[in-house]
């Protein structure tokens, strides 16, 4: 019957986890190009589905100096592959491709 039990719970645990997203986004700075204002100063974040989200695991330098004039994060909105999932309003990124 334990055994019963923990298989169960297993189960259970295996299919509450978070699905991975992997699809094109806009991704730019979430301050200065995608209006959000829950954190201060210049953030990577990224917008699907209409719905922008801060990043954690990448940061807004990472692809280059975000306030370059052509095509830093914090004067364009460019497009990315991403790959993660969203938890507590954030998307925690596990790989991110510029497309551009």
């Given at each position: 019957?334990?055994?019963?039990?923990?298989?169960?719970?297993?189960?259970?645990?295996?299919?509450s986890n978070k699905?991975e997203?992997k699809?094109?986004?806009?991704i730019?700075?979430?301050?200065c190009?995608?209006?959000l204002?829950s954190?201060e100063?210049?953030s990577?974040a990224?917008r699907?589905?209409?719905?922008?989200?801060?990043v954690?695991?990448?940061?807004?330098?990472?692809?280059g100096?975000?306030?370059?004039e052509?095509?830093?994060?914090?004067?364009a909105?460019r497009?990315?592959?991403?790959?993660?999932v969203?938890?507590n309003?954030?998307?925690?990124?596990?790989?991110?491709?510029?497309?551009?």
């Amino acid at each position: 019957m334990k055994k019963l039990i923990v298989l169960s719970l297993l189960i259970l645990a295996s299919c509450s986890n978070k699905k991975e997203i992997k699809q094109v986004a806009e991704i730019s700075c979430g301050q200065c190009q995608l209006h959000l204002d829950s954190e201060e100063g210049c953030s990577l974040a990224v917008r699907f589905d209409d719905k922008a989200y801060f990043v954690d695991g990448f940061g807004i330098n990472d692809f280059g100096d975000a306030h370059d004039e052509n095509i830093g994060f914090c004067n364009a909105i460019r497009k990315a592959e991403i790959t993660g999932v969203v938890e507590n309003g954030r998307f925690f990124a596990s790989d991110i491709k510029l497309m551009e």
